[in-house]
């Protein structure tokens, strides 16, 4: 289910909430992922892209049941904590992202609010055969938990179920740059499309490099700087220095998640695309009591599991703009820590 309209944290800010207080180090340590988590952005024809004249993936209003029938599976789920009831309404990576969240919600003993999505918009790609997916975009949540989606729905065979896939929430106007046909339908981008200053599924494998080994290692000149991408990574680099002065060690690796990246033509001639990247954290205190298992971790280890090592997963999930010319640029997110582990 969508995360931040069940008044899960957003994309930029890791909830907040803890079972326990946080030693001052763990409070450094375990801020990293806000530090992460910013984020709001003419191509010839080429075999790679969808032919005009193929179908669509679905009608529109086969796409607004979809919509409907995941709205009220969710909320059913959500109520219930049930995540083996997500495994009929969504699939990697955000079955694992929201999975963990149930988890949280269920060691702090709450209940997701019910989703409410608004303005909705559907941008279905023409394409042919399967895998089959779409889009929806919409408004949801009041309050804290209010932000927009990019919702990614995907059809594995002909006649199975459309599966939630994927939720970044868009920065302003992301989805806008979709472009349409005369009948209303979008154009599919293959992963691996020429004409572009770099493919969509390079952008991970950039992305990831970029936040390993900085802005200097190879590919990595493919993004942007921005919240997500440079300025990131420099972040990191200044709470790396800072635990390590007060005794944490922190390492941090990041490369493409193992899941499908997915694009749309722009209205520019460049390239909307959904794509995910796995983080892998090591912590390692000098005294036990440095670390702690609190905000995003919730749920995910017990509390008394960490001593003096702390080893972390996090799933991320994006929406990048490549222009037509010029360097890709992050315009959505959706961060959650899956797997935690203390010695």
């Known amino acids: 289910m969508p995360a931040r309209s069940?008044?899960?944290?957003?994309?930029?800010?890791?909830?907040?909430?803890?079972?326990?207080?946080?030693?001052?180090?763990a409070v450094a340590a375990l801020t990293v992922p806000?530090?992460?988590?910013?984020?709001?952005?003419?191509?010839?024809?080429?075999?790679?892209?969808a032919a005009s004249s193929a179908p669509p993936a679905l009608s529109r209003?086969?796409?607004?049941?979809?919509?409907?029938?995941?709205?009220?599976?969710?909320?059913?789920?959500?109520?219930k904590l049930d995540r083996r009831a997500l495994t009929a309404i969504q699939s990697d990576p955000q079955l694992t992202m929201d999975a963990a969240?149930?988890?949280k919600y269920r060691a702090l003993e709450q209940r997701p609010p019910k989703l409410d999505f608004a303005k909705s918009t559907f941008l279905i790609?023409?394409?042919?055969?399967?895998?089959?997916?779409?889009?929806?975009?919409?408004?949801?949540?009041?309050?804290?938990g209010a932000r927009p989606h990019a919702m990614l729905f995907t059809?594995?065979?002909?006649?199975?179920?459309?599966?939630?896939?994927?939720?970044?929430?868009?920065?302003?106007?992301?989805?806008?740059?979709?472009?349409?046909?005369d009948d209303g339908f979008a154009e599919r981008v293959a992963p691996d499309a020429g004409g572009l200053p770099v493919p969509p599924a390079?952008?991970?494998?950039?992305?990831?490099?970029?936040?390993?080994?900085?802005?200097?290692?190879?590919?990595?000149a493919a993004l942007a700087d921005g919240p997500t991408t440079g300025r990131a990574y420099d972040a990191l680099q200044k709470v790396t220095k800072s635990l390590a002065g007060q005794g944490v060690r922190?390492?941090?690796?990041?490369?493409?998640?193992?899941?499908?990246?997915?694009?749309?033509?722009?209205?520019?001639?460049?390239?909307?695309?959904?794509?995910?990247?796995?983080?892998?954290?090591?912590?390692?205190?000098?005294?036990?009591?440095?670390?702690?298992?609190?905000?995003?971790?919730?749920?995910?280890?017990?509390?008394?599991?960490?001593?003096?090592?702390?080893?972390?997963?996090?799933l991320t999930q994006y929406l990048a703009v490549i222009p037509p010319d010029g360097r890709a640029m992050v315009a959505g997110i959706y961060r959650k820590a899956v797997a935690a582990k203390g010695a």
């Open 61 to 79: 209003a086969q796409a607004e049941q979809v919509l409907a029938s995941y709205t009220a599976a969710a909320d059913g789920a959500g109520q």
């Open 250 to 314: 922190l390492a941090s690796t990041f490369a493409p998640a193992e899941y499908r990246v997915h694009a749309l033509r722009t209205k520019d001639g460049g390239a909307l695309v959904w794509y995910a990247m796995k983080q892998h954290e090591a912590y390692s205190a000098a005294k036990r009591g440095s670390l702690a298992v609190s905000g995003d971790l919730v749920g995910l280890a017990p509390a008394r599991s960490v001593r003096t090592k702390l080893r972390t997963t996090v």
């Open 155 to 181: 059809q594995e065979r002909a006649g199975g179920p459309w599966l939630l896939a994927a939720d970044p929430a868009p920065g302003d106007g992301a989805l806008g740059r979709v472009k349409l046909d």
């Open 34 to 49: 806000c530090l992460l988590g910013g984020g709001v952005a003419g191509c010839s024809e080429s075999p790679s892209s």
């Open 6 to 25: 069940h008044g899960r944290t957003t994309g930029r800010t890791p909830g907040r909430a803890s079972a326990r207080t946080r030693p001052r180090a």
């Open 202 to 220: 390079q952008v991970p494998k950039a992305h990831a490099a970029l936040m390993t080994d900085g802005p200097d290692a190879s590919g990595a």
């Open 101 to 103: 969240m149930f988890s």
């Open 125 to 144: 790609p023409r394409m042919e055969g399967h895998p089959r997916w779409f889009v929806v975009g919409a408004g949801g949540g009041k309050g804290a």
